[in-house]
């Protein structure tokens, strides 16, 4: 085996970085105490919320999605209230664990691994548990590939008095996603998606009417109150140190979002999912998600194949790491990301890995069917 | 058009740098006068010798590939000497022009685009001219893609008293090239070649033979006197201020090719031509070169096509670098390198590129013929 590979990383988070921002990183790092820093702290909030669709501020933590995740959970959440959580995968379950921890009433509403929520589900329980103070979701359910209807969930929530809280960590920018008319209060973001940064941030904004039960809930968060970042938010102060480089590379792939602007984001990862399926579909392969995400592409593992080895195989032997997956889906699917810093000829090499390590499993194969079926989608640009 | 591209250079230099020797780029530089970077150069001249496959010591210069022929021109001939230069296309005019300037009796040995030199025509004009000091000739014509046969052409020089001097620059690292084995006195190479680094360091390596002709010699040169080179080359001390951080990367990158290794490398090159061969093979497009070398593979452009569009739609449309021909051979050939910093996935990408740029010309190409037959190559690792 050849020594010599390079390394794709097509996983949903973290994603590959663009060179320009490698480069920014290089740079000498300012105080963050000084009048430049919070000119770029207060810029970077700024032109983040076209990239967000929102109006709303959004504030960033150092901290990975969950971090701030929680932060909306701790903030938003007093011991005692009812929450309703919809747990369609490993990322529903997290929001579960963390309105418990919190001491909220949790009520799960629960959802087969690989299906969407019926958002009529939400408005019936939200009838039954008419003191709700918030509701938790996923835009994208990272571990299942399953993209949900957050515009009609929206809906039913806003007419009552509950915020609804959307972790879009894996969506955000993958998509349509319009968090002020489809009434979402907070949206949930990480630095290690299709901002194409590494892990590090998480980004939160909130609505006026999530503000108010902030500012009325019994906050038992220091580092994850809301109100904190608040606090310095106009002038450019973050509560805590902030994690410097970081804002240094937001400020940089930021001109590249605003060059290719959000809506051509979301035509790309269309364009990029949409050459993906084609080229499993052409390889005999079953998609695992019933309304698929353009962020990931969830697949069964076929028969005779083993999942682990496939991953093992792409990652280790051929330099292409996609994910496997997780919990009660080892083994049972694996997840190809077009996410991020992405274009049409990492979806070739990721299809082109998966033929090959198809192949050096003896799964019947065609080797370049696949990707030729991926190719003619990409032989034009997004439309 | 999408903005959002990816950039892949896939030319006979420069080529991609790897990840980690631009983060060695991002290292504070130290000074050059110092015993630090002493031991550092002394290092690199030895670790450059297996890559060079030569006993022979290797001097490196700040400057282009050019720049380090010009310095084996300048050193080894005086005004009126006889050189006989093998012109097989652009790189060997220069050895012509080079020659010429340094006052030299040029004697050129004629080869048409696309041929390999006889060797027999080297022997040939050797016992036409036995006053012949130096044999100036190329191991790959990177403007043609082809390979000379520099064993056979060492056999013959060494009968001689001239020194064999070779423009190894985009060959060496990609073929078997045994300078000591095969009687080559000089080897000329470039940083921004197999070796995988920007442009800006020459090397040279000098055998004893060629070191008598430099030390007989009326040298007209100072910066590009090769003797200046050899004074503190044992003790790691530059004759000028050298292009510190070049060297920087160069220590980073010898670790690297330690861990593949030559012949690793040799291998990894050969795959990578095999499966681009077959892929225009299957195209149905014709190889320029009678003797392809296994760093860049030429291509007649076909009836009907624009090469010069193809080039810029390659590269302005789809993000994916290629060169044209050049001089004479403008718009007649393309060149897909596959040198340096590339692995399998980055010859897909390549082909898949050129299918989609033919067919924007609405060329008869079947988008996907190409990279299968590549793909057939590559799903097994270099043998």
């Not at 701790?74 to 997290?94: E, Q, V, W, Y």
């Not at 049972?332 to 077009?338: E, L, P």
Request: glycine fraction near 8%.
């Amino acid at each position: 085996m050849s020594t010599f590979k390079k390394r794709y990383l097509l996983t949903p988070g973290p994603t590959m970085i663009p060179p320009a921002v490698v480069e920014a990183r290089a740079k000498q790092l300012p105080h963050h105490r000084t009048p430049q820093f919070y000119e770029l702290i207060k810029s970077v909030h700024e032109r983040l919320k076209p990239f967000f669709c929102t109006k709303n501020d959004i504030y960033s933590l150092s901290a990975s999605g969950s971090g701030a995740m929680e932060a909306a959970v701790m903030s938003l959440l007093s011991p005692g209230d009812t929450a309703i959580c919809i747990d369609g995968g490993k990322f529903g379950h997290r929001w579960v664990e963390m309105c418990a921890a919190a001491g909220a009433n949790v009520v799960t509403i629960k959802v087969e691994n690989g299906h969407a929520v019926d958002p009529q589900s939400v408005a019936t329980t939200l009838q039954q548990h008419p003191e709700t103070k918030a509701v938790f979701t996923q835009f994208v359910e990272t571990s299942t590939g399953v993209i949900f209807d957050i515009k009609s969930i929206g809906g039913h929530v806003a007419k009552t008095n509950a915020v609804l809280v959307v972790d879009a960590i894996s969506g955000l920018g993958t998509q349509e996603f319009l968090p002020d008319a489809w009434d979402v209060d907070i949206v949930v973001a990480g630095s290690q998606k299709a901002l194409m940064l590494p892990p590090g941030l998480g980004f939160v904004s909130v609505s006026p009417k999530a503000w108010k039960l902030i500012d009325a809930a019994k906050n038992r968060a220091f580092y994850l109150d809301l109100r904190r970042y608040r606090k310095g938010h106009e002038s450019g102060e973050h509560p805590f140190t902030p994690a410097i480089s970081l804002y240094i590379e937001l400020n940089e792939v930021l001109t590249m979002i605003e060059q290719e602007t959000v809506e051509g984001m979301w035509k790309r990862h269309a364009w990029l999912a949409e050459a993906t399926r084609a080229g499993i579909a052409a390889l005999g392969l079953k998609l695992f998600a019933e309304q698929p995400a353009n962020a990931l592409t969830a697949v069964a593992v076929p028969n005779g194949v083993d999942g682990g080895k496939l991953v093992k195989t792409m990652r280790d032997d051929l330099g292409v790491t996609i994910a496997g997956g997780q919990a009660e889906l080892k083994g049972k699917i694996f997840r190809i990301a077009h996410l991020g810093y992405i274009d049409r000829f990492d979806v070739l090499t990721g299809l082109a890995a998966l033929e090959m390590a198809l192949k050096r499993q003896h799964y019947s194969v065609e080797i370049g069917r696949g990707v030729t079926a991926a190719e003619k989608v990409l032989v034009n640009d997004p439309q």
